[in-house]
């Protein structure tokens, strides 16, 4: 609660299903706390700890953030109606909390950064082999969907939702993992979004086949596609969400514990 009560000058932005990523406006009350003589570039620490370089563009119009934002938009999986809280810390770097459309923050576990450092400093990435690391993955969506924000408790299905959320809070894994809450676009188009940070460091780069099995050991194979910029549980997924009776607000874990093969552990809301 405390870095949410602090003096730092932030501004909130909501991003809506549909928004634009080629670009995003600081608002203009806000041009006030940056540097009259405005350098090239931002930096954008996201919620996992790493950073993303972004350039500024002052326009008639106002000063926006160009060049990065789309990876870091693509590389956060936004555009699902977002609220997003920059924390400005100085020398036009800002610390960016993502809260989720239920009004929770998402939390990325350290692991995240250290993970993505390991492959960029060695050139390579792992190809659909599971690496173990102490804590597992936690991805970049609601992975904690009752944190308290801004003095508020999340208010949807609160009740039955707390006690789902301190079950998935408690699993670990010497595996990778990464969690999220079904959308609606996961059991109504039948896409499943699997986060970019994720997939770069421990899925195959390129379209496959990943087998999907649930807690009672019934396995659904599925399409996974990677465009680079995308990357999505397709073909098999219908399947794998109307057997197992996903619903929206449900808790998913998904774990890699063989290579193009992923458990997958169920919190319904009810």
Known sequence: MDEFLDNRPSFFKIIFEGHTTESMRIPPKFVKHLPIELPDQAILKGPSGEKWHVKLCKTEDGIYLKDGWQQFFRDHSLGDNEWLLFRYNGDLCFNVHIFGKNGCERVDASSTKANHETASSSGKRPRGRPRKTPHGFVPLHESNPCKVILGQ?????????????????????????????????????????????????????????????????????????????????????????????????DICIFELVAENEMRVHIFPVG
Request: charged residues 25%.
């Open 153 to 249: 408790q999340c208010n949807s299905i609160e009740t039955n939702r707390s006690k789902i959320c301190k079950v998935a809070d408690s699993f670990t894994s010497d595996f990778p993992y990464f969690k999220c809450c079904i959308s609606k676009s996961s059991v109504v188009e039948f896409l499943q979004t699997v986060p970019t940070i994720f997939a770069r460091n421990h899925l195959p780069q390129r379209n496959t086949k990943i087998i999907l099995r649930n807690s009672e050991d019934k396995s659904w194979e599925m399409n996974y596609i990677n465009n680079g910029r995308n990357h999505k549980f397709s073909g098999g997924w219908r399947d794998f969400a109307r057997d197992n009776k996903l619903k929206v607000g």
